[in-house]
């Protein structure tokens, strides 16, 4: 089945405790991108990247990282969190960066204490 | 910097009830539209994609529209049901920055 995986579905942590939510899909797609949601401010693009070893800031890239060793996987890294960044987070796919639908997982919900 | 606006935020329909879903962007050089379904608490799940060159695309019930020179892209849901019920949301896919910009959504409520 063609699928976008996210883990943990679930997190609660504390301020400044490095963390790491993964991502990965299995439709061989070149594009991954990561959003947040905010009640009020909507979906906003954190990451992309359009290949392996190619990613790129979105709108709210501060105070998060990335990486795309893998084609099938594109990690959201947050060295040091902090209770702004409490948030339900996206990962997203498609073929390619053009004219393609993006498929979604199925989020991750962080509280950041 | 492209804007995407969906207005009203929330409406709430009778059941059977015929309706339009609307999207405006203040870009016209995008790649394509998509529109969304989102349940509370779940991911988001593409319903239409309209490439720029397209007009618009029908799926079952549903149908969206493109005016790319307007700005513009409707929604129109046919014949709704209460499992219709969810958050609508669109987004547009700029290219030039491969960038997927979305609305915020329009909650539905089809009531039995």
């Known amino acids: 089945e063609a699928q976008v995986t996210q883990n943990p579905r679930y997190l609660i942590t504390v301020t400044g405790k490095k963390l790491t939510v993964t991502c990965s899909q299995n439709m061989n797609h070149e594009y991954m991108s990561w959003y947040r949601q905010d009640p009020g401010l909507g979906l906003r693009q954190i990451y992309y990247s359009m290949n392996v070893e190619v990613t790129d800031k979105g709108d709210v890239p501060e105070g998060y990282k990335v990486s795309r060793k893998e084609k099938r996987n594109f990690p959201l890294i947050l060295e040091s969190p902090s209770p702004n960044q409490t948030s339900l987070y996206f990962c997203?796919?498609?073929?390619?960066?053009?004219?393609?639908?993006?498929?979604f997982g199925a989020g991750t919900r962080l509280s950041v204490l | 910097k492209q804007e995407v606006t969906q207005i009203p935020a929330a409406l709430s329909v009778p059941e059977g009830e015929n309706l339009v879903l609307n999207c405006s962007f203040t870009d016209s050089a995008i790649y394509n539209l998509q529109w969304f379904r989102q349940d509370p608490g779940k991911g988001l799940t593409s319903l239409l994609l309209?490439?720029?060159?397209?007009r618009e695309q029908t799926s079952g019930r549903l149908n969206a529209s493109l005016d790319k020179s307007s700005g513009r892209s409707t929604l129109y849901i046919a014949a709704s049901q209460p499992g219709d019920s969810a958050t609508y949301l669109c987004a547009v896919f700029t290219g030039a920055n491969s960038k997927l910009t979305f609305g915020k959504g329009i909650t539905l409520s089809v009531r039995p």
């Open positions: 997203a796919s498609s073929f390619n960066r053009d004219a393609n639908i993006q498929y």
């Open positions: 309209i490439q720029s060159s397209q």
